[in-house]
């Protein structure tokens, strides 16, 4: 006859030493890249001065800013509409496909920003973004 003895309780969990492993691995890796990171920041670079047109700038869109006060601002001159259409008329000409960007505060009157949308139109703009805030209400 057969006796069967009774087994030890086993050990039921997760083995964590391959876990401990990897976070060891992680810390290391992350010490190392914010260390890197730091020496990139701290490098001295001598930029070269600008001699011609900026290639940066003819990528960037142009930004129509129609401030509180029904005023419009592009480039970081406040201007009339005059001006606004002259400054878009010869942007237009310098790059026809550049794309324009009409931002609005939230208390300037609808009217003033139609009205730099026309002028745009006027110009040859086909396409306008109008910017907004995308932050939710609170």
Do not use: C, W
Not at 24 to 37: C, M, N, Q, S
Not at 49 to 75: C, E
């Amino acid at each position: 006859m057969k006796v069967i003895q009774a087994q030890d309780e086993q050990e039921t969990g997760i083995d964590v030493a391959p876990l401990i492993d990897i976070l060891f691995t992680l810390i290391i890796f992350f010490l190392v890249t914010t260390t890197f990171e730091e020496k990139e920041k701290e490098e001295e670079v001598r930029l070269p001065k600008q001699g011609g047109s900026s290639l940066v700038n003819k990528d960037r869109p142009i930004y129509i800013n129609v401030l509180q006060d029904g005023s419009y601002s592009v480039g970081g001159d406040v201007v009339n509409l005059n001006d606004l259409e002259f400054k878009l008329k010869v942007r237009f000409e310098e790059k026809p496909d550049q794309k324009l960007v009409l931002r609005g505060d939230s208390k300037a009157f609808h009217g003033q920003i139609a009205s730099a949308l026309d002028i745009a139109r006027r110009v040859g703009f086909s396409k306008a973004s109008i910017a907004y805030d995308t932050r939710p209400l609170n």
